[in-house]
C-alpha cells in the first residue's frame, strides 16, 4: 500500500532538517577552502575534485535507481558553492 500525502511529506521534512545540518557542515568548509584559494591564487574551479566528489558520492548511492539525481543533485551544491566562494570570498 503506498504512503499517504501527509506521511510521505513528514519524512521529506525530517530529511530535510537532518540534510541542513550537513549541508552547513560542508559549506563551513568551502568556505575554508574558498579562502586558502584567495590566498594561494587557485582558480575557484576544480573540475578533477568535481569529478572525485561525484563518483564517490555515485558510488554511496545505494538505489542505483536515484544515482543520476544524486549526482545533479550534488553537481548543483557544488555549483552553488563555486557562486559562493567566488561572490562572498574572492571578489570580497
Ligand atoms: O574542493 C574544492 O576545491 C572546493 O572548492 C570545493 C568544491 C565542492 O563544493 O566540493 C567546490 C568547487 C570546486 O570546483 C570543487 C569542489
Redesign the pocket.
Known amino acids: 500500500m503506498t504512503m499517504n500525502l501527509e506521511e510521505a511529506r513528514k519524512l521529506i521534512d525530517q530529511a530535510d532538517k537532518e540534510l541542513v545540518p550537513l549541508i552547513e557542515q560542508?559549506m563551513n568548509?568551502?568556505v575554508e577552502?574558498?579562502k586558502?584559494?584567495k590566498e594561494h591564487n587557485?582558480?575557484?574551479?576544480?573540475?578533477n575534485?568535481?569529478k572525485a566528489?561525484l563518483d564517490k558520492i555515485a558510488s554511496y548511492t545505494e538505489n542505483k535507481d536515484f544515482e543520476d539525481s544524486v549526482r545533479k543533485i550534488?553537481q548543483a551544491?557544488?555549483d552553488?558553492?563555486?557562486e559562493y566562494?567566488q561572490e562572498e570570498i574572492i571578489d570580497k
Open positions: 560542508r568548509a568551502v577552502v574558498g586558502y584559494k587557485i582558480p575557484v574551479l576544480d573540475e575534485r568535481e566528489v550534488f551544491i557544488m552553488t558553492t563555486k566562494q
